[in-house]
């Protein structure tokens, strides 16, 4: 396969949906989607696994369909990683060079990354990913990009994400138990970040805000480099929790609420509009007013947003957010919910839909906030194997698998058809001489009875040559 022609392949498991994904460059600098499928996700709760069989078997549904869509077999895959337990920092590192003469190359920034991964952490934590933010040529600070210069020491800031090694491990173990490879593990935000977000906007600096059903995911861009990454144990379910709580109403009702009839600020709700919910098991309908739907979901989007807020403040680059707050995902789809983002932080707001990169027939179809982190992932994917100067394997494609098979199963049938008739061993007759198992009995009686014969047919002998005897 050309490097033009690579495919990634990607799995987003979230709280609420399982995304398999598949894409390619389209040689303009832009990526192709070539099929997406997605499942309903039971087994993952705040975007960790909890249960591994269920999520197998999601992950097996939406493969298998994308698989019938595209005709290929999903083998190495990337997978995004959130949950409560992702936290970052920030870290120092540097590398003394033998000699200040030879310039700075891949190979000593790959050095210096790679030193990054020995920190010590705490006990069952893991450093899923090392950005390197700005470099440090012999005390020559703010460098890009050192390649090429001259200089003994090489120093460099690094963003540096956090997450435990168990939900890791959950994530691979699925991901083996489908029958595919792990790749990667990627952070969940950073892949949405390179799906909405323009290169203008990192380098003015902006915050990326992804409302997912379980988590919100928060990155901060600036200069065109990561500054910030939190998870927030907060998402689009706490609100459907609220509305089945607060309306006393049933889950899926109260999901069907907030998608179709919600909005984000409750002032702004119509006045005298109801909606009629089926009553449980004959009871009478009950009827929800628009205005205290509105304001349900409005208390709980503000909690979620005081702690987006709290992440903004913790940067330390709240003053230097030129671009403003960028939302999307799942739960940014609310009714006027740009208006209280902006409301909350007092920055300019926009909603994020993955078309930056997106080419293709599927794009109107993929171009929603809900497919921001599964497109992020494809775009991940792509640069992680320029960096590392690999290709992922796809498996053989369906046709070809039923192929395969069908010949494999014509050569049985003519090798059986065709089989030579295989001989019995002859059984030699008993006799009532032989008393003893076939063996080494058997051999000792067969001597005696020809013994035995020949002695009788010397005695006729002797009989006919001396008749009167």
């Known amino acids: ?41 039971t087994g993952v709760k705040r975007g960790v696994v909890l249960n591994i069989e269920e999520t197998v078997n999601a ?51 790959r050095r210096l990354t790679a030193d ?28 890009s990009n050192p390649v090429g210069m001259c200089g003994r020491r090489l120093e460099a800031n690094f963003h540096i994400v956090i997450g435990q090694i168990a939900s890791a491990k959950n994530i691979e173990r699925c ?78 009702h109260a999901e069907d609420l907030k998608i179709k009839f919600g909005y984000a600020i409750g002032d702004i709700a119509p006045e005298n509009k109801v909606v009629s919910i089926p009553g449980i098991a004959g009871r009478e309908p009950k009827e929800i007013s628009f205005k205290n739907l509105a304001y349900i979901i409005q208390s709980r989007m503000e909690e979620i947003l005081d702690a987006v807020n709290f992440e903004i403040q913790n ?41 930056v990169h997106l080419s293709g027939k599927a794009k109107e179809e993929i171009n929603q906030p809900m497919y921001a982190t599964s497109v992020g992932l494809i775009m991940k994917g792509f640069e992680y194997l320029d960096e590392n100067k690999i290709q992922v394997r796809f498996g053989d494609s369906k046709e070809a698998i039923r192929q395969r098979e069908e010949a494999r199963f014509k050569t049985e049938r003519e090798k059986t058809a065709y089989e030579p008739e295989v001989k019995q061993p002859v059984v030699e007759e008993e006799t009532d001489i032989e008393t003893t198992p076939r063996g080494y009995g058997h051999t000792l009686g067969a001597r005696f009875k020809n013994m035995w014969d020949k002695l009788l047919e010397a005695t006729d002998e002797q009989l006919d040559d001396n008749p009167g005897n």
């Open 175 to 252: 991901i083996n138990k489908a029958g595919m490879n792990l790749m990667s593990l990627i952070l969940e935000p950073l892949a949405s970040s390179e799906a909405v977000l323009t290169d203008e906007e990192k380098e003015a600096g902006v915050v990326l805000v992804d409302i997912g059903g379980g988590t919100t995911d928060v990155a901060i861009y600036f200069d065109n480099v990561i500054r910030h990454t939190a998870v927030i144990p907060f998402g689009g379910n706490m609100v459907t929790n609220d509305i089945r709580e607060g309306c006393a109403i049933l889950q899926k």
């Open 1 to 41: 396969m050309s490097k033009n022609d690579q495919l990634v392949a990607a799995i987003d498991i979230g709280t609420t949906k399982i995304v398999a994904i598949v894409g390619r460059k389209d040689g303009r600098g832009g990526i192709e989607i070539l099929g997406l499928c997605n499942t309903p996700s």
């Open 59 to 109: 992950i097996n549904t939406a493969v298998s369909e994308l698989e019938e869509r595209t005709g290929m077999k999903l083998s190495d895959v990337f997978v995004g990683i959130a949950g409560r337990h992702i936290k970052s920092k920030m870290n120092r590192g540097y590398i003394t060079r033998d000699s200040s003469e030879r310039e700075i190359n891949y190979d000593d920034i």
């Open 116 to 143: 990054m991964f020995r920190l010590p952490i705490e006990v069952g934590e893991e450093i899923i990913h090392v950005i390197p933010q700005t470099y440090i040529v012999d005390n020559e600070s703010g460098i």
């Open 315 to 355: 940067s330390g680059f709240a003053d230097k957010l030129t671009a403003g707050v960028v939302i999307t995902g799942g739960g940014a789809m609310l009714k006027n919910l740009p208006q209280l983002v902006k409301y909350k932080t007092a920055m300019d707001v926009r909603l994020g839909l993955p078309n």
